[in-house]
């Protein structure tokens, strides 16, 4: 075999060789397109249960966010973190995650906003019971004068 025969070989053997690998490149990053729709698809459903936890979930789901930004997955939406139910000191959030977070509109409810919704369900509880006693006393007195009357229906015939 003379030298350019071998070179013709060599030639023909990488040709087959790249060939391979770019189908290969191909077919990885196909895979990874895969891959990454379905994290876009099911990311807003995991938000969405993690939100306002109190346990591990908001900050394991936030490191899994960050991971798959740093890799190039682009997240439909502006709310793509998710917010510790403990409030801020537990979230481990930066600030500007903490506000893509605030982005779907609804905020963390603070103490103080808490304090106040306890105050105002009491209450409510308060006047609730108060108007069952009300209506008992009035159901009270319209069956004793329903009573009367009947008495009084009886007495006339």
Same mark, same amino acid.
């Given at each position: 075999m003379c030298e350019s025969e071998t070179l013709r070989a060599q030639n023909a053997d990488l040709s087959l060789e790249l060939a391979n690998e770019v189908a290969e490149v191909h077919r990885l990053r196909a895979k990874l397109e895969t891959i990454a729709a379905a994290v876009r698809d099911l990311?807003?459903?995991a938000r969405r249960y993690a939100d306002n936890r109190t346990s591990y979930a908001p900050h394991m789901f936030n490191e899994?966010?960050?991971a798959c930004?740093? *890799? *190039? %997955?682009?997240?439909k939406g502006a709310a793509i973190f998710a917010r510790d139910g403990m409030g801020r000191a537990f979230d481990c959030l930066t600030d500007? !995650?903490?506000?893509?977070?605030e982005?779907? *509109? %609804? *905020?963390m409810v603070?103490? !103080? !906003?808490m304090a106040e919704l306890r105050e105002k369900l009491t209450a409510? !509880?308060?006047?609730i019971a108060q108007a069952r006693k009300e209506l008992e006393s009035a159901h009270a007195a319209a069956s004793a004068w329903r009573s009367r009357a009947l008495t009084l229906e009886r007495r006339k015939r």
């Open positions: 990311h807003w459903m899994h966010t960050r930004l740093r *890799g *190039g %997955v682009k997240f500007a !995650e903490a506000a893509a977070a982005a779907d *509109g %609804v *905020g603070r103490d !103080e !906003e409510a !509880e308060a006047s």
